[in-house]
Nanobody
Framework: QVQLVESGGGLVQAGGSLRLSCAAS????????VAWFRQAPGKEREFVAA????????WYADSVKGRFTISRDNTKNTIYLQMNSLKPEDTAVYYC???????????????????WGQGTQVTVSS
């Protein structure tokens, strides 16, 4: 079992920055892949970024590449999403997900992730 709790969302003006956190518990953190997804009103949940177990590998959706940075601190059981140059189209509920399958590689496929947090709202005003 893995428990995930996101925080750090809020209201920000376009061009601003936010840093999201996702605190994990329940299973050895460094053994699983984690990722961020987001879901805007009326839309499907979409991939944002993923990070390998060691933190040495990162993957991003094209829409956020160059603006967002995913990272993890395996000593604090936490992953982060630094979001810069925010745009109104970044408005969504942001979720972190954990893929605990042994040998799994980071993927953009939502169905690969076994556990999810409750989400944190990010609203970017124009």
């Amino acid at each position: 079992q893995v428990q995930l709790v996101e925080s750090g969302g809020g209201l920000v003006q376009a061009g601003g920055s936010l840093r999201l956190s996702c605190a994990a518990s329940g299973r050895t953190f460094r053994t699983y892949i984690v990722a961020w997804f987001r879901q805007a009103p009326g839309k499907e949940r979409e991939f944002v970024a993923a990070i390998s177990r060691s933190g040495g590998g990162t993957w991003y959706a094209d829409s956020v590449k160059g603006r967002f940075t995913i990272s993890r601190d395996n000593t604090k059981n936490t992953i982060y999403l630094q979001m810069n140059s925010l745009k109104p189209e970044d408005t969504a509920v942001y979720y972190c997900g954990a893929d605990i399958a042994p040998g799994a590689i980071p993927t953009m496929e939502m169905r690969a992730y076994d556990y999810w947090g409750q989400g944190t709202q990010v609203t970017v005003s124009s």
